[in-house]
């Protein structure tokens, strides 16, 4: 996203709430700067950034977190974008597989700045939707095909692969894999592919599961 992308001051209001909304976009602007950087992110560096204050900084927005969530908003594709690639795909596998792909390779992109939400949540944990929770759309999107069929028949074994998918379709994971595990940024993403569809896979209704051994053994 462009700085223009960023909301600027309308025309013609007064001089000092002009000053304020000039401020407040130069912050956001400074912010997603830093955020596409995939460097550290911290309201210091921020506030450096944008020309202004820690002080100043601080009084347009309460916490980092909060900060981030805004200077977010216009710069990530919604769930449908995402996975335009499967749009046409009835397989919940390969879809998951696209999202688990789309979602870890956003946290690469903008390392720093998740790094810091989920650090800013972590010692704020009461703070609600201080995160985005972009993982929830895209499981949901991406096990659309399966709300006529196992939502239908079992909504709780649904409910229960979101949450599932949700442990590994996640930043977290990701940093798992790469700060405790030691894998490069590329395995450490197809491991959490791996683990999404294995999921996935287990949780599909009977005859669906079925048919590749069905098939396998007829060969």
Do not use: W
């Amino acid at each position: 996203m462009a700085k223009s992308d960023v909301t600027t001051p309308p025309a013609g209001t007064g001089g000092r709430s002009n000053q304020k909304l000039r401020t407040r976009t130069a912050i956001l602007q400074a912010a997603a700067e830093l955020m596409r950087s995939g460097q550290e992110v911290t309201m210091p560096g921020v506030a450096r950034t944008a020309l202004v204050s820690e002080a100043t900084a601080y009084r347009y927005f309460p916490d980092l977190a909060s900060l981030l969530r805004e200077a977010m908003v216009g710069q990530l594709p919604t769930p449908e974008q995402a996975l335009a690639a499967v749009a046409d795909s009835r397989d919940p596998v390969e879809r998951v597989a696209a999202a688990t792909e789309h979602l870890l390779r956003l946290v690469l992109t903008f390392q720093g700045a998740t790094r810091a939400m989920i650090a800013a949540t972590i010692t704020r944990p009461a703070t609600t939707g201080a995160r985005p929770a972009l993982r929830l759309g895209l499981i949901d999107h991406a096990l659309a095909p399966l709300a006529e069929t196992l939502g239908a028949t079992d909504p709780a074994a649904l409910a229960q692969l979101k949450r599932d998918l949700a442990v590994v379709v996640s930043a977290e994971a990701l940093f798992t894999l790469t700060d405790l595990c030691g894998l490069d940024p590329d395995a450490a993403v197809a491991s959490a592919v791996h683990t999404a569809t294995a999921l996935t896979r287990a949780a599909l209704p009977a005859p669906a599961a079925a048919r590749p051994a069905e098939a396998g053994h007829g060969a």
